[in-house]
């Protein structure tokens, strides 16, 4: 898969699967847009993309869940390389609390991140993509089965796959694709972190543990030329351990 001349937008990229996936496209060609809240990480993951072999990296301070941000970061893209071609919507925020002890706060700081970011920057791209680009949305297997402590989380990737759906409608007649993945246990701090694991509630087996690098080559795939009759889709990249949950 070649991404030569395509310029790509990965949110929450810094670390985890976001990495790795602007990573896998720089190795391919792709000039990044580094997309993250932190200028450190961000600046940090440029310079790993281009030291991978990417032709050109840019680290953009964003805030996905600011209006402003998204904004200035897709209008930033465009002034720098001159096109947009994709979209990785990564960014994720993770809350683990009983649903009893959620606040309304708690809720729409998880939904603004998960969902409302995505929809920001899908937003951006009906409005600026030219046709053939790509949008793929990095949900999660808690769209489908999930866990106790983490109802905020789960409902917002689980709204991330019907905001999937209907993008997908209405991006084909622009000749932009649209899919997601759902990744399930991936090697990132965001799962050995997690406090169900440490009290015993949720159990991971150590062969079902997949590494970002997996999550990112789907990405690469569905981003790609090959992938060009692929829209709509929902793609669990588990190992198969949904199957026996």
């Known amino acids: 898969m070649s991404f030569k001349d395509k310029v790509a937008i990965v949110t929450g990229a810094a670390s985890g699967i976001g990495l790795a996936t602007a990573v896998r496209l720089g190795a391919a060609g792709a000039r990044l847009v580094i997309a993250d809240i932190s200028q450190p990480a961000a600046e940090a993951a440029a310079a790993k993309v281009i030291a991978a072999g990417s032709p050109g ?9 600011s209006e402003a941000d998204v904004t ?3 209008q930033g893209t465009l002034e720098r390389f001159g096109r947009w071609d ?8 993770m809350l683990f609390k009983l649903l009893e002890d959620h606040t309304v706060d708690d809720w729409l700081r998880i939904l603004k991140v998960d969902l409302l970011g995505a929809f920001l920057f899908t937003r951006q791209a009906f409005l600026r993509m030219k046709p053939g680009g790509c949008i793929v949305n990095v949900s999660s297997i808690h769209a489908e089965e999930t866990t106790p402590m983490v109802a905020s989380y789960a409902a917002a990737k689980a709204a991330l796959l019907s905001l999937t759906r209907s993008a997908a409608l209405e991006g084909k007649p622009k000749g932009i694709r649209v899919n997601a993945i759902l990744p ?6 965001m799962l050995w972190q997690n ?4 009290s015993g509630i949720e159990t ?9 690098q997996d999550v990112a080559d789907t990405i690469a795939y569905l981003a790609s030329d090959e992938a060009a009759f692929v829209q709509g889709a929902m793609v669990r990249v588990d190992g198969g351990r949904l199957d026996r949950l």
Do not use: E, F, M, Q
């Open 204 to 212: 991971v087996n150590r062969a079902d543990v997949g590494k970002p």
């Open 57 to 65: 990296a840019w680290a953009s301070v964003c805030d996905v869940s």
């Open 195 to 198: 406090p169900n694991l440490k």
């Open 184 to 189: 399930g246990a991936i090697d990132t701090p």
């Open 86 to 93: 994709v979209l990785v919507n990564n960014a994720g925020l």
């Open 72 to 74: 200035a970061t897709c």
